[in-house]
Structures are given as C-alpha cells and as structure tokens.
C-alpha cells in the first residue's frame, strides 16, 4: 500500500522567505510526527500531532515554525522568515495509533536556506 | 530508555546473510527492540521489532538472547540496496503519558555490502 509521502522533495529558499512542507500520512493512521536531520546528525523531534490535535509541540524551535493538521490526514509545517541554520531534511512519520506504535516515516523534504 | 551499542560498521558481501549486533544491557521488561535503517539520502526505513522472542518478516530476522541484553538482525542475502546505516533502538511501551514516541537514533552501523 502507499506509504508516507512528502513535497515537495527539494526545495531552495533565500533567506527571510517562508516555505510550506507537506505530509500525508498513511491512510488510516491517527499519529504523525515532524522530524529534523541535519547533515551527519540524528533524528530531532519537532511535533507529535494526535488526529488534529497537537498535543506535543516541545520540539519546534522556535515561533517561526508552526504545523497543523486538518481532517485528521494530511499535515503541514511552516517555517516563517527562514534562516540559514534551518537547512536539514525535515521528515515526516506516521503511526496507527500513537503512543509507541511504529512510525513509518516518508522520503524527507530536503530545504536549503541561501 | 536503555541505550544502544552497535559497531559503527561492517562489510557484507552479496548474497551472503548480514548479521547486525547490538547490544542493549540496561534493557528493562517494558521495552522493545526496533531496528530502523537508513539508506543515503532517504527517510528512515521500519525494518523489524521484538520484545523477547524470535521475530521474522518479509525483510529480516531478528534474535534476541534470552537475558534481552543483546540481538542481533539477520539480513538473508544482502543485496547492493542493503547498503544503509542500520539503527537498533529500545522503546518503551505500555506506558501512558511521556514521550516514548519521540524517536532518537544513536550512530548505528553502516552496513556495506560488496559485489
């Protein structure tokens, strides 16, 4: 079946503009997750959205970036005004109900801030 | 949640079974073994999970010892396109509230395999 999907795959910015990243998860799964990775770094964790609920959002950096999700599916993260250390591949994941359940994470949208 | 020890990495060659060590001593009942991998340049692949038995599907093998202080992921016959970092964490279950879903990676094992 269709796994996690992602877009756009690649997108270059400059500096101070705001990008969009979308995610749809697989159909069915109530949980999905943000993360980012840096170049040669780990997974960090940015937001946990439960159906459309947010209920863990410790992980954005900072108020430029936001994320929603709506009809419980597909989901959105927005950074305003980009800066250069935004630059990573942000992934998304998605699990059947949450919790600990196995995530299942998409190819990754990669961004570079100029 | 207990920590990982996994070699940084290892060589396979094609068509040969790869077999993936880690080790996880601090490992306490409530907690699963879950392998990820991660090829170049793409999002992090579920390969398999386990909490104390044997388990098995369509991509690997996974063994646990009976004292779940270690295990060890079998790839059959590797291919080229097994070519990836291979990450073995622990997660927690069963536990309400916390953040158990927030997946951190430690530096895993890049697994080459050779034509």
């Known amino acids: 079946g269709a796994g996690v999907s992602q877009s756009p795959s690649n997108k270059v910015t400059e500096k101070g503009k705001d990008v969009e990243l979308r995610c749809d998860p697989i159909?069915?799964?109530?949980?999905l997750y943000w993360y980012r990775q840096r170049l040669g770094q780990g997974l960090e964790f940015l937001i946990y959205?439960?159906?459309?609920?947010?209920?863990?959002k410790s992980g954005l950096p900072s108020d430029r970036f936001s994320a929603e999700r709506t009809g419980g599916s597909v989901s959105t993260l927005t950074i305003q005004r980009t800066q250069q250390e935004d630059s990573a591949v942000y992934l998304c994941?998605?699990?059947?109900?949450?919790?600990?359940?196995?995530?299942?994470f998409g190819p990754g949208t990669r961004l570079t801030v100029l | 949640d207990a920590k990982t020890t996994q070699p940084p990495s290892m060589d396979c060659a094609e068509g040969r079974a790869a077999n993936l060590p880690c080790n996880h001593s601090?490992?306490?009942?409530?907690?699963?073994v879950y392998w990820y991998r991660q090829i170049h340049s793409q999002g992090p692949q579920y390969i398999i999970h386990?909490?104390?038995n044997n388990e098995t599907n369509e991509m690997a093998s996974l063994i646990i010892t009976e004292d779940r202080k270690s295990s060890t992921l079998i790839l059959p016959h590797a291919t080229l396109r097994d070519t990836a970092v291979y990450y073995c964490?622990?997660?927690?279950?069963?536990?309400?509230?916390?953040?158990?879903?927030?997946?951190?990676f430690g530096k895993g094992t890049l697994l080459t395999v050779n034509p």
């Open positions: 994941a998605s699990s059947l109900s949450g919790g600990a359940d196995t995530q299942y």
């Open positions: 159909s069915g799964h109530t949980a």
């Open positions: 959205f439960q159906g459309n609920s947010a209920p863990d």
């Open positions: 601090t490992i306490s009942g409530n907690e699963y």
């Open positions: 386990g909490l104390k």
């Open positions: 964490i622990v997660i927690v279950w069963g536990v309400s509230g916390g953040s158990n879903y927030k997946l951190t």
